[in-house]
């Protein structure tokens, strides 16, 4: 019966079902024969093309290597990448922490207490905040120019990205020859590769500088190779107007290869004048060492990358590039059909897309989201920023920091689902430094042990509170943070991760709120304050999303040293916490509130949801396990409305999925690839460019086909009408579970597990389903109808589907 246990187990055998052996070396990505396992699946619709070279920086096209990123222009008389380096950042080693701030925290609780949240922002404003009151910001590093004689008239003009090679191309005819640049950024050589050729020998005449829109930078020859050097000077930040001293050193050099022909060096070029072909390869560093040391050797840097690479032929550079590129966006699969509309070029499937049938548009955005992932997020690089690893501008939007009250979680979002852990690393060394420099924020700010980040960091590590106490007072940002640490154990179940990485950083985070959490008279609940709910209402006691994501931290710190068996009194503490702080409520319009008192403004529809993250991404309200938050968060949803900035959409999709409404979630998913949400390149318009947008898009598409937060596999939870049929193939589960899922007629044909921990699997579906092993049919228990739940064994596959009557 619905709700309760067999008394036997029920096993089902699938007639038409063939399930393999999963052993060994199985496990991996990699078959016998050295190839991915999804090698097989159609990749040619991987690429956005179009006809005309790009005008803007949002029509140019983006390659990266987690530390290298440039934007490809692919004009034909004059080329240019404009380029970047992760760690070239305005600024210098430096403590945010106000000393002293902590003797005005009870007086601005309060006030608080006392309703009088103006005086409350004021004084915090005068004395609670960052010094400075501003972060730093992300800087370009420069560009590398191409000019061209001659190629002022040309035809069959093709420029194209492939992110399922990471390979820029463009392609034109001129002067009766066919000229060709591709362009990548290579993670296993670590350089920018632009390889030029003409398919008539000694057509390739060219001019290649460098150049830098900071001051300070200057162009020699060094080795026959070009070099860019320079030093960030003292700015004046243009919103406080304050003298800002810089203080990192930076370096580009271009090496080269030329096939015929013959190269020349001026004082501040390469002159090519009738090769064949010619590969120029460009490396980046600055004197950026770790967060309090600027003593590194960008010169020597450089010299030993472009060395490395001296004796390499392209196709070797090539051939490693896509390899390593492959090896990761080849874990991960999806096909929702066909049409037309796929011979368009990019820019105008984009103009058309909302009146005219493109799944295959829907499908390269899902995986372009992963691919700007690789592309600015690998082990040893920083995390991907508000803008990835991409900007042009010495004064970028927000200053391409990390902002880290949705924007820096949200670009994580599709990385243990869509099978790209690795990617996860840069963010888990940053959270190394943000405790260390949180440690002295706690300390100054709270008197609190522990470590604490507000809503904003940058390259120096910045934990304090910035900007104006109204948003910027909100301690909740390294315990959201934390959450990521969680997830990578929950999705791999790497106890050794756990116990020396995730595990010290969470208990340092929640020993933070044990001293912080303080009771509310009125109630006897235990809240947060001073805080804020993201970015609305100004600076209040007790906001709902503080109390959810504390929640959630002390939840996973208390299951990990479960685990671990470790730390028993400390977790003891935690229950006991837990069970005290303020809880969520349903307000008088039946909404979930926000905040301690009733007081949402069922008008206000602004683009924070942030009182909904025990929905999305958090666990805490389910349909089957809280229906009445679940139906609450529903309502302020619906209050909030369908518009928003790109990542406030992006939310709302994954929103929508986990209220298994798939036509809604498609609806907003629609909205973010129109011209109004997408720029021709399609980076995210928040507006501006904001990448986070990109990444909860992706994030949602997972969400609406496989769900895992409730104990559960939950298949095509939010299936939309739009998506008849398709699969998607190497989805990543919690419990240590690899997915393949197939849907035809919108049922669920066939679904295959990969168990790699040996955990029991739970599976529930929209019809009922039956289970074969690899061997034998698997016995199966019914918990609940459209439910099945079997035990595993780590290395095996499973087929889940619907059983032929």
């Known amino acids: 019966m619905k709700g309760k246990r067999s008394k036997s187990p029920v096993s089902i055998l699938f007639l038409a079902a063939v399930c393999l052996v999963v052993a060994g070396c199985a496990m991996d990505y990699e078959g016998r024969a050295g190839r991915n396992r999804l090698d097989a699946e159609d990749w040619s619709g991987m690429t956005l093309w179009y006809r005309q070279p790009a005008q803007k920086w949002t029509e140019a096209l983006p390659v990266g290597n987690g530390r290298l990123g440039a934007m490809h ?72 120019r191409l000019h061209f004689s001659g ?104 090496g080269w290869q030329a096939r015929g022909g013959s190269v020349t060096t001026t004082a501040e070029s390469l002159e090519v004048t009738k090769a064949d072909s010619v590969t120029l390869v460009l490396a980046a560093a600055t004197s950026f060492r770790n967060f309090r040391d600027v003593t590194g050797d960008p010169a020597e840097i450089c010299r030993r990358v472009v060395g490395a690479v001296a004796h390499k032929s392209y196709g070797s550079l090539r051939k490693a590039h896509v390899a390593d590129h492959r ?26 897309f909302a009146t005219q049938n493109d799944p295959g548009l829907m499908e390269l955005y899902f995986q372009f989201g992963r691919y700007l992932l690789i592309a600015s997020s690998r082990p040893g690089a920083q995390p991907a920023n508000l803008q990835g690893i991409w900007n042009d501008q010495l004064d970028p939007p927000w200053d391409s920091k990390w902002t880290v009250n949705i924007n820096t979680e949200m670009n994580y979002w599709p990385v243990e689902v869509t099978n790209l852990s690795e990617c996860h690393e840069p963010l888990f060394d940053m959270l190394d430094d943000v405790a260390e420099s949180g440690r002295e924020t706690a300390r100054a700010h709270y008197g609190c042990r522990g470590w604490v980040l507000h809503h904003n960091t940058d390259l120096w590590r910045g934990t304090a509170p910035i900007n104006a106490s109204n948003h910027g007072i909100w301690v909740t940002g390294g315990a959201w943070l934390c959450q990521d640490l969680w997830e990578r154990y929950a999705f791999g179940g790497d106890k050794e991760f756990l116990r020396t990485r995730a595990y010290p950083l969470m208990k340092g985070a929640a020993t933070f709120f044990v001293d912080f959490l303080i009771e509310d008279a009125k109630t006897g609940w235990l809240i947060s304050t001073p805080s804020n709910s993201p970015e609305n209402g100004g600076l209040v006691a007790g906001p709902t999303m503080d109390h959810q994501i504390i929640r959630d931290l002390f939840t996973n710190c208390i299951e990990a040293s479960r685990i671990l068996d470790v730390d028993e009194g ?48 958090g666990k805490e309200i389910t349909k089957r396990g809280t229906p009445e938050l ?63 947008g990109n ?111």
Not at 188 to 197: G, K, M, R, Y
Not at 707 to 719: N, R
Not at 727 to 741: K, M, Q, S, T
Request: charged fraction near 25%; hydrophobic fraction near 35%; include cysteine.
């Open 73 to 144: 222009f692919g004009g034909t008389e004059h080329e240019r990448l404009q380029f970047n380096e992760d760690t070239l950042w305005t600024g210098r080693p430096h403590e945010y922490h106000h000393e002293g701030a902590v003797e005005y925290l009870a007086a601005v609780r309060k006030l608080l207490f006392e309703g009088d949240q103006r005086q409350a922002e004021k004084l915090a404003t005068e004395h609670m905040m960052s010094v400075p009151l501003r972060q730093e910001k992300y800087q370009p590093f420069g560009d590398l």
């Open 630 to 692: 679940f139906a609450a968060a529903r309502k302020s949803l619906q209050m909030r409305g369908d518009g928003g900035t790109g990542w406030s959409m992006a939310w709302k999709v994954n929103f929508w999925a986990r209220f298994e409404d798939g036509d809604h979630a498609y609806k907003m998913l629609s909205s973010l690839l129109t011209p109004q949400r997408m720029y021709p390149n399609m980076f995210d318009a928040h507006p501006p460019f904001q990448i986070d």
């Open 570 to 617: 400390f977790r003891r503490k935690l229950m006991e916490l837990r069970s005290r702080i303020a809880p969520n409520q349903i307000g008088q319009y039946g909404q979930l509130q926000e905040w301690l008192e009733d007081k949402d403004d069922p008008k206000n529809q602004h683009r924070h949801v942030s009182h909904l993250f025990g929905l999305h991404p």
């Open 695 to 805: 990444f909860g898009g992706t994030a949602g598409i997972a969400e609406m086909l496989l769900q895992s937060h409730a104990g559960e596999l939950h298949l095509l939870p939010a299936l939309p009408s739009a998506w008849r049929s398709g699969h998607i193939r190497g989805l990543r589960a919690r419990g240590g579970f690899e997915v393949d899922i197939e849907w035809k007629n919108w049922q669920l044909s066939r679904c295959v597990i990969r168990s790699r921990l040996g955990n029991k699997c739970t599976v529930r579906s929209n019809a009922p389903l039956g289970v074969i092993s690899s061997r034998k049919p698997a016995e199966a228990f019914r918990p609940e109808e459209n439910v099945v739940e079997f035990e595993t064994t780590a290395g095996q596959t499973y087929v889940v589907s619907i059983p032929l009557q």
């Open 151 to 254: 190629h002022a008239q040309i035809s069959d003009y093709r420029r194209e990205l492939d992110i399922d090679s990471g390979v820029a191309t463009v392609r034109y005819r001129a002067g009766g020859a066919t000229f060709t640049r591709e362009v990548f950024s290579s993670f296993p050589d670590q350089v920018i590769v632009v390889h030029l050729a003409c398919d008539k020998p000694g057509h390739l005449t060219f001019t290649a500088e460098l150049d830098s829109p900071h001051p300070a930078a200057r162009t020699l020859i060094v080795d026959e190779a070009l070099v860019l050097r320079g030093r960030l000077r003292e700015y004046v930040n243009a919103r406080t107007k304050e003298s800002r001293p810089s203080v990192l050193k930076f370096e580009a050099r271009l």
């Open 327 to 352: 090896r990761l966006f080849r874990r991960a699969a999806l096909e929702l059909g066909t049409s037309e509309a796929a011979e368009q070029p990019m820019d105008r499937r984009i103009e058309n």
